[in-house]
């Protein structure tokens, strides 16, 4: 079995672009984004629209949740807030009822035994998995939601490990990387009922495009420079 995983697009659709196109060239069976399709970027009503005409499967961000469900939002950090209110103003009805309908956690059968995706941590997609935490602390969370491969998102960069016979998966960002090098993230799993086999892709895509529309629609310039650059920039105290 091919899976294709992305997560975190956040509005960016040169991005969500080269990885449907990677996908395609790789014959994925099915491709799955664990959430944050809006927020920093430019074009959420063109990803969301491109996302409803693919066979992409997408579960609920934080970032969506706090656009779809304004009464419920969580506090974000930095401009995340001000872009959410930005990013208001671009989407319709329709995008919002579709936003609406994802699912907050995403399972299937593979031939290695149950998958699970989601954003964050399960059922609480503004939250942040533990990633690095000691094996002995990650079985218990494998056992209870009777999973042998989590796929999470919202780290921005991609990270996989295996957690004893479980594996525990963040394909990184599409469309805002912060893993230090520019560039759309997104996995390829060969999962077979021996194991996992883990494909890291670093796509190149035309990020002058969405540097060009994050400028003209005059969204916080640290957007812009991340997308140059690939990880957050330095703060000065």
């Not at 290695?112 to 094996?135: A, C, D, M």
């Not at 990020?207 to 310039?221: I, K, M, N, S, Y």
Request: some cysteine.
């Amino acid at each position: 079995m091919r899976l294709g995983l992305i997560s975190d697009i956040h509005a960016n659709l040169p991005a969500l672009e080269a990885a449907l196109e990677a996908f395609a060239e790789r014959e994925i069976e099915f491709m799955l984004c664990t959430g944050d399709v809006v927020g920093y970027g430019p074009h959420p009503h063109e990803v969301i629209s491109r996302l409803r005409e693919s066979r992409l499967n997408c579960t609920l961000g934080a970032a969506d949740a706090n656009l779809a469900f304004p009464f419920a939002k969580t506090e974000r950090e930095g401009v995340a807030e001000e872009i959410i209110e930005w990013t208001r103003g671009q989407v319709t009805e329709d995008d919002l009822h579709w936003l609406r309908s994802l699912p907050v956690t995403y399972r299937m059968r593979t031939p290695f035994g149950r998958l699970r995706g989601f954003h964050g941590y399960p059922y609480q997609p503004e939250k942040r998995f533990p990633l690095s935490k000691p094996t002995a602390e990650l079985l218990p969370v494998f056992e209870r939601l009777g999973s042998t491969i989590l796929i999470t998102g919202g780290s921005h960069i991609p990270f996989h490990r295996q957690v004893g016979d479980y594996w525990l998966i963040d394909p990184g960002s599409v469309g805002m990387t912060l893993g230090g090098e520019p560039g759309a993230d997104a996995m390829v799993l060969e999962i077979t009922s021996d194991g996992v086999k883990v494909e890291v892709l670093k796509l190149a895509y035309d990020f002058g495009q969405t540097l060009f529309d994050v400028q003209a629609w005059e969204l916080p310039p640290v957007v812009a420079e991340v997308l140059r650059n690939g990880y957050l920039p330095e703060t000065e105290n």
